[in-house]
């Protein structure tokens, strides 16, 4: 196989996929698993007035460009930023603010619709995995196994995958690669949205690891990471290794196989914060109101009893002991502007109280996400906590050559 020597489960049947055509093509191309589904997204189906309401809010936006080029310098949430940034920030705030979950899944698309949109951008083949539990792992370029990135991408438990998620692991892997020499493998979970709620989207991690695993790749070189809700996602994985759920299907693998992998990275993890409406949001992107809505929707069909497995606030003393036998070392970022700023601090601190080697990094004038929106408003110039990744997943990495 391309770029690597990864041993593929027989159920995965292979085909060379042209990007650019999206047909069958020549050997020479990089291989994929068959995919007979095409979306894991749940698909509103909007009655009348959602409908008038979010084409209404659709049509402001252009109008709402307008002034923010004409004034948007001067508003908190510029913060020195360049224009196309600013834009681009101001516009996904006005969005967030004006639609509900609905609207937002209408417009928004799928997971895989966003990574096959990458595919194309980048005329990268498209490497794709069915699992169970109704979910798949799409590779960033081949299905590289020396050292692989797990990861799990932000969005609410409402949004999918954005092209420039994917576009900010492409770039880590070429950092990488130019650095230090090392092949990255980067896979990306499709998980599901609301209305899917806990455990769904921990056992669809479940099954990505499992799946991983099963091509050989030991966990010491597996790294999980996470943005916003995806960083939540990795959580729930912890809170399950330590405190097994009993909600977890039981073909999942035993939570006494999970350990010993390379590291954790969460980068702005949300993690419910109770508190978050009372947060002022002027300089981030999301807003707060925002949050506490798929807060409550997300905790709205879960057991009380389960909350500490989403958010760690409300977990008893002592939640994260043991962690140190689940990932070698761990990264937090944050944003010292962004709405979860506190909340990321606190589950910092309720970490490092379990596990020695636990950094936390938070970027003055940053916001939620900052290093990914940069990539979204188009900036070529690498993030300050995109050098910081990289930097920390070289280092984690080598660490267990």
Sequence with gaps: MQGSSAVLPPSCRLYALNPTQGSVHTPNTALVCASPLTSLANMPRLNFSESVTM???????????IYVSLFGRWSKRANGRPLNRILNDETAYFVLAHLSVRQLQAVSGSTFAGYVKWTKQRKISQVVDDLENDTRLMWVGPRETEHVVLYCHGGGFVGPLSDFQ???????????????????????LQYSTYPASFPTQLNQLLSAVQHIMSMGVPASKICFAGDSAGGNVVLQLVGHILHPSSLVAPQSPSPTQLSGFAGICLISPWTLPADVREVDDSFDLV??????????????????????????????????????????????????????????????TAMEKAHRDVRLDVQDGGVHCDAMFDIGAKSTTPHPVEKRVADWLTETFKLFV
């Design 287 to 348: 807003p707060s109101n925002c949050l506490g809505l798929w807060r409550d929707t997300y905790l709205s069909t879960m057991p009380e009893s389960h909350y500490p497995y989403v958010e760690p606030d409300v977990a008893s003393q002592g939640w994260f002991d043991g962690l140190e036998n689940i990932a070698r070392r761990i990264l937090i970022t944050a944003g010292r502007n962004e709405v979860l700023c506190a909340s990321i601090i606190r589950l910092s």
């Design 166 to 188: 994917v576009e900010f692991w492409y770039r880590m892997q070429q950092t990488l690669l130019k650095s230090s020499g090392m092949k990255l493998g980067v896979a990306l």
């Design 55 to 65: 084409n209404l809010t659709l049509l402001r936006i252009p109008f709402f460009l």
